[in-house]
T-cell receptor, first 113, second 111 residues
Framework: NAGVTQTPKFQVLKTGQSMTLQCAQDMNHEYMSWYRQDPGMGLRLIHYSVGAGITDQGEVPNGYNVSRSTTEDFPLRLLSAAPSQTSVYFC????????????FGPGTRLTVT | LAKTTQPISMDSYEGQEVNITCSHNNIATNDYITWYQQFPSQGPRFIIQGYKTKVTNEVASLFIPADRKSSTLSLPRVSLSDTAVYYCLVGARGGGFKTIFGAGTRLFVKA
């Protein structure tokens, strides 16, 4: 199993540009989520999904869209990038039910100039 | 969601035992306590989870008193490679869809 994969690893955007961060998992996990981590800070939940076709907002959803058309993929879309969205973005997944552990991807480092 | 409070940072030396305490005064009856570890430039990694008393695995021990209002992560004989940020989370096991991370405790292990 590849686990949780994220692409790209690094991205530089200009203010106002849009892009999609990709996240995929091959563990058949129902639950997936996106976090952002600013330098020296903890992780903040952006959006999450409990299964295909179901998404909900986390702590800091503004400026981001998500969709979940398949169990495997959970892309994060930046609609109009702003410098405040410069951060490292982590995708995570876990099974629902009694599972405890979330599995995190390697992260995407995004810089908005 | 139960709020957690943990020290911002801790220093230790190689070979020492490190105990990181997390306060969660409003923990709910069905909440579990989970700890994650994060190295620089990596995503967090699950360490341990418990509900009450003591849990031990190959990496750490987790001590939870009877009132469950706090918990202590114990790392035996730390090495330089244990330098990381440690997060304490409280939530329903499996049903905690909004898994919220706090600021964590930055542990620095010195030689």
């Amino acid at each position: 199993n590849a686990g949780v994969t994220q692409t790209p690893k690094f991205q530089v955007l200009k203010t106002g540009q849009s892009m999609t961060l990709q996240c995929a998992q091959d563990m058949n996990h129902e639950y997936m989520s996106w976090y952002r981590q600013d330098p020296g800070m903890g992780l903040r939940l952006i959006h999450y999904s409990v299964g295909a076709g179901i998404t909900d907002q986390g702590e800091v959803p503004n400026g981001y869209n998500v969709s979940r058309s398949t169990t495997e993929d959970f892309p994060l879309r930046l609609l109009s990038a702003a410098p405040s969205q410069t951060s490292v973005y982590f995708c995570a997944s876990r099974p629902t039910g009694a599972a405890a552990e979330q599995y995190f991807g390697p992260g995407t480092r995004l810089t908005v100039t | 969601l139960a709020k957690t409070t943990q020290p911002i940072s801790m220093d230790s030396y190689e070979g020492q035992e490190v105990n990181i305490t997390c306060s969660h005064n409003n923990i709910a009856t069905n909440d579990y306590i989970t700890w994650y570890q994060q190295f620089p430039s990596q995503g967090p990694r699950f360490i341990i989870q418990g509900y009450k008393t003591k849990v031990t695995n190959e990496v750490a021990s987790l001590f939870i008193p009877a009132d469950r209002k706090s918990s202590t992560l114990s790392l035996p004989r730390v090495s330089l490679s244990d330098t990381a940020v440690y997060y304490c989370l409280v939530g329903a096991r499996g049903g905690g869809f909004k898994t919220i991370f706090g600021a964590g405790t930055r542990l620095f292990v010195k030689a």
